[in-house]
């Protein structure tokens, strides 16, 4: 049994946003103390090829991320990414700093390992957030800024509340989230339609290449998520992340009368709107699944239902600090056992209506072959350097993760130098000669696909380490 395990039962008797305060409070810090991070990381983050991914451009060690809402003011950052997730995804933010709604709004299903929050978008604010991420910047692993709209804000004047957070965080985010799924905020879901989706990625992609997702809820009428999916698809999106919570209190036994239900209660709702997705969207569009996942097999579920990454929540307070571990380590047996040697290789395995896509030609598999190779850049670009220079200071503060080494094949492929100026955005795609396939060559910086994002041990030593002092994480 885990100290967490221990220990649970008399966090689980405080109120359960006392708890999550306290959680953030270690986590923020205690868990940052050098020898401390030294020996949590070594302990959780595990590091295996086999579990190494490029989604939407970025580059993830391990597919497990942290969802949106457990650091909503990215307070605890350097102390999560000690805790093994392969990327984290803060907020959400809002432009304005808000209370959120009154407490209690954090509820435990216990029995059904469930929560149910009725948060509301409780937050510090883009500048304030935006101001204490730059610090950091650039991360160790990839950081997602998830973006809402404040309570205030009239919903004709909410294309304009999400641009702006957008534009305070531009610079210190890897990738964006717009959240329209929240059931806390009045009338949010209502912006789940397509002409507002089109009108908001059209909106972002005037400011940035990044990767842009949308966050969708589980409780939309399937025909109208896939048209607004599909328009996001159309108008910039990068990916989905499906799904935030669900207001179908039939879930849980004793639902409280506001907010949204995550957990166990969620996966089988999470699970099967990510196997639509697929079969509309597999191969076109990054799937990050959320919802229920608390173990390596359903991790593994949604990987092979098409799922190039999955994020945890209400497992991470269930479940407690050693779950990135046990699920990538989980992971890698399941892969074992399938007889796998890469994600890659599992993903969207049990996909039964594949969408169609074009044949391809043989340009197209010369090119695949040459992107199933991992691609690392070895030397940074200028603007990356400039960066990485001016990030001397904070070296001491950003230190990544020591990572946990299970198998070290050094099968990884040299970089090549063609890519170094490029931030190549790709979707993984099933096929015998090559598990990457590049979709796009957009993104307009590359510091979010630098080596230094990955463990040294993915990582031919190259001239970045010795050139720019990259901050890796070490062995
Ligand atoms: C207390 C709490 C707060 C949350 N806050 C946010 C939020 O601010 N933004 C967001 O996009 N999702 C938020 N979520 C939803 C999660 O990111 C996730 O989509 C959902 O909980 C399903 O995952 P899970 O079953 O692993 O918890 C929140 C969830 C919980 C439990």
């Not at 950091?136 to 809402?148: E, K, Q, R, S, T």
């Not at 957070?165 to 210190?172: P, T």
């Not at 509309?280 to 991790?299: C, M, P, R, T, Y």
Request: hydrophobic share 35%; charged share 25%.
């Amino acid at each position: 049994m885990s100290l967490y395990q221990m220990l649970s039962p008399y966090l689980f008797k405080l109120d359960a946003e006392k708890a999550h305060n306290l959680a953030e409070s270690f986590i923020k810090r205690v868990l940052p103390l050098p020898l401390v991070q030294d020996y949590v990381a070594g302990k959780n983050c595990v590091v295996d090829k086999a579990l190494s991914v490029e989604v939407a451009g970025m580059r993830f060690y391990n597919p497990v991320g942290l969802a949106a809402g457990f650091d909503k003011n990215a307070t605890m950052i350097k102390g999560l990414s000690a805790l093994g997730f392969g990327f984290l995804e803060i907020g959400t933010i809002t432009q304005a700093p808000q209370e959120g709604n009154p407490k209690p709004r954090l509820f435990r299903h216990t029995q059904e390992q469930s929560l149910q929050n009725a948060m509301g978008f409780n937050n510090q604010g883009s500048l304030v957030i935006s101001k204490r991420l730059k610090a950091f910047y650039p991360y160790a692993i990839p950081l997602g800024v998830n973006i809402g709209k404040n309570k205030i804000i009239a919903q004709s004047d909410s294309l304009k509340n999400y641009e702006n957070v957008l534009l305070d965080c531009l610079e210190v985010g890897d990738y964006f989230t717009f959240n329209l799924s929240s059931p806390n905020t009045p009338n949010l879901r209502d912006l789940q339609n397509v002409s507002f989706v089109q009108e908001l990625f059209a909106m972002a992609r005037t400011h940035t290449q990044k990767p842009l997702f949308l966050k969708i809820s589980p409780d939309m009428d399937k025909d109208e998520m896939l048209k607004v999916v599909e328009m996001s698809i159309k108008s910039g999106a990068s990916g989905i992340i499906a799904t935030n919570t669900t207001v179908d209190y039939t879930l849980v036994q004793n639902p409280q009368d506001s907010g949204g239900i995550s957990g166990a209660a969620l996966k089988q709702k999470s699970k099967e709107i990510l196997r639509i997705l697929s079969e509309s969207f597999f191969g076109k569009i990054a799937l990050i699944s959320v919802g229920g996942i608390d173990n390596a097999q359903e991790a593994y579920e949604r990987i092979k239902l098409g799922a190039s990454l999955v994020q945890v929540y209400s497992g991470f307070v269930f479940q407690g600090p050693s779950l990135c571990k046990n699920i990538n380590e989980g992971l890698l047996q399941c892969l074992r056992a399938d007889g796998f040697t890469h994600l890659y290789e599992a993903l969207g395995q049990d996909i039964k209506t594949k969408p169609k896509t074009r044949k391809k030609s043989n340009a197209d598999k010369t090119q695949d072959k040459q992107d199933s190779k991992i691609v690392i850049k070895t030397k940074p670009t200028q603007t990356r350097k400039k960066k990485l220079d001016s990030s001397k200071d904070t070296e001491s503060t950003q230190k990544a993760p020591s990572p946990k080494k299970t198998e070290s094949k050094k099968t990884e492929s040299k970089p090549k130098k063609t890519r170094a100026k490029k931030a190549d955005s790709t979707n993984a795609t099933k096929s015998k000669a090559s598990r990457t396939k590049k979709t796009e060559s957009k993104l307009d910086s590359t510091q979010n696909l630098v080596d230094k994002d990955l463990p040294t041990s993915q990582i031919e030593p190259s001239q970045a380490q010795q050139d720019s002092k990259a901050n890796l994480p070490k062995e």
